[in-house]
């Protein structure tokens, strides 16, 4: 775990890329702009009380968004 992330986590580790450092790169995997418009979408979805289906990164963001509230 030496970006932070498990190696079941990050595709750079798991695919035999190296890790970047914390600190000289930005993280793998992390995309605030990417973030912040899929928990906006998926805030209103849930207030329209639509559906909604998380595979892979979406299941992810799924539960960031039930641990924020």
């Known amino acids: 775990m030496r970006c932070g992330v498990p190696p079941c986590c990050c595709p750079r ?3 035999g890329a190296p890790a970047l450092r914390p600190g000289k790169h930005r993280q793998p995997g992390l995309e605030p702009e990417r973030d912040t418009g899929e928990l906006f979408l998926l805030e209103q979805f ?3 009380k639509k ?4 595979i892979c990164r979406g ?3 799924l539960n960031v968004f039930s641990e924020a509230r």
């Not at 559906?51 to 998380?54: C, E, I, K, N, S």
Request: hydrophobic letters at 45%; aromatic letters at 8%.
């Open 46 to 48: 849930i207030m329209e």
């Open 59 to 61: 299941l992810q963001v």
């Open 13 to 15: 580790r798991r695919y």
């Open 51 to 54: 559906p909604v289906l998380g």
